[in-house]
């Protein structure tokens, strides 16, 4: 070997180094470690997630209650139509009114006679 002048070695004393340099073999690990193993499809779409700001989450989940709670909440009985808004051929029904004062009446099935 030459002599070292500032610590570096000449050109060609690297290449010789470089030909006689032997890597230890990679461990057995490695390449399952870099190149995993193809998994099943449906392994990767339950572990994929979907990375959402705060923020969008919230409105998202208060947007699904409203729509929940609006599917609750039953929608009010159907107006009755006013006679002018009948069609034509409505016009021949009879007219109901309203009753102007209830009088419930219990009549048990022994007195239906």
């Known amino acids: 070997m030459e002599s070292l002048e500032n610590n570096e070695l000449p050109e060609q004393e690297l290449d010789r180094l470089l030909r006689e340099w032997k890597a230890r ?3 057995e690990g490695l ?4 190149f995993p193993a193809q998994e099943r499809w449906w392994r990767g779409f339950w572990s994929t997630s979907i990375r959402v700001p705060l923020p969008v989450a919230c409105c998202l989940l208060i947007v699904l209650a409203v729509m929940a709670w609006q599917r ?4 009010p009985a159907p107006s009755v139509a006013s006679p002018s808004s009948l069609s ?3 016009a ?4 109901f009114e309203a009753v102007r004062e209830l009088q419930p009446r219990i009549i048990r099935e022994q007195d239906a006679q």
């Open 31 to 34: 390449r399952r470690k870099v």
């Open 25 to 27: 073999p990679a461990p």
């Open 92 to 95: 021949e029904m009879p007219r």
């Open 88 to 90: 034509p051929s409505s």
């Open 72 to 75: 609750r909440v039953p929608s």
